[in-house]
């Protein structure tokens, strides 16, 4: 089975700066989606960012970029010129690509406190 | 906004009884999964239904059960309530295995 690691329970930024979030996942699978989900204090998880293991390329979505190493099966999220609005919970996330729909494993998630 | 809506948003039930949570997705959204989400933890899968049949299943109990209806709304019932099952519940919609839309969740306390 997949497993999801976050090792970092918290961390904190200032505004403007620029914050690394680690996650490391085990599988046997070559192929798979990876997923970054924000948790505000809304509750509701908003999907931040994605990748797919056979693209080299890591993702990019205005300020939050990934670094994939597929071979260290490490995922980590780069937010730059952190906002106050980003802080929530961070949470990673591992899928399946099998037909059928699989469910998202998570990791157990990193809260982000933002500093004025 | 994602689309997916759960109701209630909140709910206090006692020990031993039995509750419904709904979810209604966006239409078109085939699959719906429902995660609990204990305390400072990650979301855990408890299953997933395609097509209104189930076609998965994490680690809970049979009295952990559900339906998924043709006008894209589902429902997630616990029976006999225990004092652990008290969480937030997330519904989650999609069409594949890309991205899951995700509702704002109901938590539910057991007392």
């Known amino acids: 089975a997949q497993t999801v690691t976050q090792s970092q329970p918290e961390m904190s930024v200032q505004e403007a700066e620029t914050v690394t979030l680690s996650c490391t996942y085990d599988t046997s699978e070559s192929d798979y989606y990876l997923f970054w989900y924000k948790q505000p204090p809304s509750r509701q998880m908003i999907l931040v960012i994605r990748q797919e293991a056979y693209k080299q390329q890591n993702a990019t979505e205005n300020r939050f970029s990934v670094n994939f190493q597929k071979a260290a099966k490490s995922f980590s999220l780069k937010i730059s010129d952190s906002q106050l609005g980003d802080a929530a919970m961070y949470f990673c996330?591992?899928?399946?690509?099998?037909?059928?729909?699989?469910?998202?494993?998570f990791g157990k998630g990193t809260r982000l406190s933002v500093i004025a | 906004e994602t689309g997916v809506t759960q109701s209630p948003t909140h709910l206090i039930k006692t020990r031993g009884q039995q509750v419904t949570l709904r979810c209604s997705s966006q239409?078109?959204?085939?699959?719906v999964s429902w995660y609990q989400q204990a305390l400072g933890q990650g979301p855990q899968f408890i299953f997933q239904?395609?097509?209104?049949?189930?076609?998965g299943r994490g680690n809970f109990p049979p009295r952990f059960s559900g339906l998924q209806f043709p006008n894209y709304s589902s429902e997630l019932n616990v029976n006999a309530l225990e004092l652990d099952d008290s969480a937030l519940y997330l519904c989650?919609?999609?069409?594949?295995?890309?991205?899951?839309?995700f509702g704002q969740g109901t938590r539910l306390t057991v007392v």
């Open positions: 989650a919609s999609g069409t594949g295995n890309t991205e899951a839309f």
């Open positions: 996330a591992y899928r399946s690509p099998h037909s059928g729909n699989t469910p998202l494993v």
């Open positions: 239409s078109g959204h085939n699959t």
């Open positions: 239904y395609y097509r209104e049949e189930e076609n």
